[in-house]
């Protein structure tokens, strides 16, 4: 499948939260599932994920 962007979401261990170019997600959720969260946590090979309400998006977050 083609996607027609990417959003790089960064993760920062320590504070535990998600963000974007400087602005935090309030709610994480809305862009993608719980489930991937899951993954990205606790399997190193899980980062790429297609955004939860438009699959032309897809989202990679990378660890800070």
């Given at each position: 499948m083609?996607?027609?962007a990417?959003?790089?979401i960064?993760?920062?261990?320590?504070?535990n939260?998600?963000y974007?170019d400087?602005?935090?997600?309030?709610n994480?959720?809305e862009?993608v599932?719980?489930?991937?969260?899951?993954?990205f946590k606790h399997?190193p090979?899980?980062?790429t994920f297609p955004?939860?309400?438009?699959?032309?998006?897809?989202?990679?977050i990378?660890?800070?």
């Amino acid at each position: 499948m083609e996607y027609d962007a990417i959003l790089y979401i960064y993760y920062d261990v320590e504070a535990n939260l998600f963000y974007d170019d400087g602005w935090d997600f309030f709610n994480i959720y809305e862009v993608v599932t719980p489930n991937d969260i899951y993954l990205f946590k606790h399997d190193p090979g899980f980062r790429t994920f297609p955004h939860r309400s438009d699959r032309s998006i897809l989202c990679e977050i990378v660890k800070e």
